[in-house]
């Protein structure tokens, strides 16, 4: 087994291959094609994405930049390049970046756009999962602490607390990710709202709210 290999393995780096059908090429030449003609968008018919008006899939892995130290994210990415894959997923890690009510974090191990803008310079796409709740085996599954100061605060839900200060940092960080989506000439392909909410509850009027 390669040294890569074996590497990606003891990070705990999962290799995900989405939707493939009829052996649809990957595409990998994302950099290639002009900004007024980048488009990713699902298929809903033929069940595949259609990158830039093509068929597309694309295999990807996890890598937490809040579990790396800043000055192995360019390596760590580029092991995930050579191993084949051409996009990482990674989480917004809100109670990461609002440590306190208003107070944000972007510095250091922390700086969730350095990390998107280098997976971008190793040819690597991005799935960007902003939460507010991520899971990934995260203190309050990514939401702050904080949150439980107020009493009888219902998180995951229509809430009007909580849904106040989710509406809070998402005008935080979609501005800051928005210049990196894929359609602007970022790597970004596609933002996800929640994590494994089937397992936690069915309010469609809250999925939609967010």
């Known amino acids: 087994m390669s040294n890569v290999l074996t590497y ?4 705990s780096i999962f290799v995900i291959l989405t939707i493939s059908t009829n052996g ?6 994302h950099e290639s094609v002009s900004e007024s003609t980048r488009s990713f968008v699902p298929d809903f018919t033929n069940r595949y994405f259609l990158k830039d008006g093509k068929p597309y899939y694309y295999i990807s892995g996890i890598l937490h930049y809040t579990r790396v130290l800043p000055q192995y994210w ?17 989480y917004a890690f809100w109670n990461v970046h609002e440590p306190r009510p208003g107070v944000y974090d972007f510095e250091g191990n922390h700086d969730i756009i350095q990390f998107i803008e280098l997976a971008q310079k190793v040819g690597l796409l991005v799935v960007l999962r ?4 991520i899971c990934a085996e ?12 107020h009493e009888g605060i219902n998180l995951r839900s229509r809430d009007t607390v909580y849904m106040s200060y989710v509406y809070k940092w998402l005008d935080v960080i ?3 990710v928005h210049p990196l989506l894929y359609s602007k000439g970022g790597p970004i392909l596609m933002l996800q709202y929640e994590n494994e909410y089937g397992f936690f ?9 967010l």
């Open 201 to 209: 509850g069915a309010d469609k009027v809250y999925l939609s709210d």
């Open 8 to 11: 990606l393995i003891a990070c």
């Open 24 to 29: 649809l090429p990957s595409t990998l030449d």
């Open 130 to 133: 902003i939460g507010p709740y």
């Open 74 to 90: 360019e390596l760590r990415l580029r092991q995930m390049k050579a191993a084949g894959l051409d996009a990482v997923q990674t």
């Open 138 to 149: 995260w203190d309050l599954g990514g939401m702050p602490s904080w949150l439980l100061t």
């Open 174 to 176: 979609l501005p800051k």
